[in-house]
């Protein structure tokens, strides 16, 4: 057993270089601090609406959105339960990837993954050819846009177009780490369901996730008697056209400081944030195959995060310890 150990009070400040928690402006972290309000007065009315209309608009997208106060490994599991009577295929190139695969096991579903070595992209050609061949009908497709445990970025677009041509069947994108920083046209590529969380590229506070639902995959949801309460597509939809609220309590704090945060990402808008998290990637990379070299497969790698391959044989602990004390970040 993990025994008591006390929050102090005194912790030195750090700024974050990891996939997330990421740094959180100022003035966003002081939205936390307004007097608390009900979540079924009309100031939460308000405060839900525009968080939803504004999400809609950065991600460009005209489908259907909430922002619910979990983690994004909420809608592994709602998506899963809403969707899948049966089959599911995952594509697995890492350790979130498996655990998306893991958590359909665990709910009872027949999983089959299409399994790539660690640092290799999902292909699309291979998704086709793995759907021609088999023959189960699958009810969803999984795939990780951004793999943050080996630095690959999937072409989830492409993979999209060939699902689309499978209409039964629907595609689910675990984009916690990718959305926000890099740009992906949500509608145009046959996304049925695309999840992220706060706490990463989108530079909030933890604790609510994201979650795009295509109307086919509504409809789905509605038809099938979904066995998800509190992620069900149906309920959450429904009380927002009806309310303009949350189904259940939500983290009102979180949600004051994401209304915040998505302004500036507003103003900067989806494609002009990713090509800025493109030009920092860009020279990353370049320096990280210049000294050592890159873990995921060339061409595929991340935008949003570097995983470098360690190849001089150097302590990364103590490197990243020493750098930690001597500049303050993690």
């Known amino acids: 057993m993990t025994e008591k150990r006390e929050y102090k009070d005194d912790y030195p400040e750090k700024k974050l270089y990891i996939p997330g928690p990421t740094e959180v402006r100022d003035d966003v972290i002081q939205e936390m601090c307004q007097p608390m309000f009900g979540h079924r007065m009309d100031r939460m009315t308000d405060l839900y609406t525009t968080i939803v209309e504004d999400t809609k608009e950065f991600l460009g997208t005209d489908n259907n959105l909430m922002v619910l106060t979990a983690s994004g490994t909420e809608f592994w599991e709602a998506s899963t339960l809403n969707l899948v009577d049966e089959n599911i295929l995952c594509t697995t190139c890492g350790s979130f990837s498996e655990r998306h695969a893991n958590v359909a096991e665990r709910l009872g579903k ?40 080996t630095g690959v970025r999937n072409p989830i677009e492409e993979i999209g177009d060939v699902i689309a041509e499978y209409p039964d069947t629907y595609f689910v994108v675990d984009a916690v780490s990718a959305l926000g920083g890099d740009y992906v046209d949500i509608d145009e590529h046959n996304i049925d369901v695309i999840f992220a969380s706060s706490q990463k590229a989108f530079a909030m506070p933890p604790g609510v996730a994201v979650c795009v639902v295509s109307d086919d995959a509504y409809d789905r949801e509605v038809s099938k008697d979904s066995a998800s309460w509190y992620g069900g597509f149906q309920r959450a939809f429904d009380y927002y056209d009806r309310k303009g609220q949350t189904h259940s309590t939500p983290a009102i704090p979180i949600m004051l400081a994401y209304r915040k945060q998505m302004k500036y990402m507003l103003e900067e808008g989806h494609k002009g944030r990713s090509d800025r998290h493109r030009e920092m990637a860009e020279y990353t990379q370049e320096w990280a195959y210049e000294h050592f070299d890159m873990f995921p497969e060339e061409g595929y790698e991340s935008q949003t995060v570097a995983c470098i391959e360690n190849t001089q044989g150097i302590d990364v602990a103590a490197t990243i310890e020493g750098v930690s004390e001597k500049y303050d970040f993690t």
């Open 110 to 149: 027949n999983v089959d993954r299409l399994e790539y070595e660690w640092g290799q992209a999902v292909k699309p050609e291979d998704v086709r050819e793995y759907l021609e061949q088999s023959d189960k009908h699958y009810d969803v497709v999984s795939c990780v846009m951004n793999e943050s445990s």
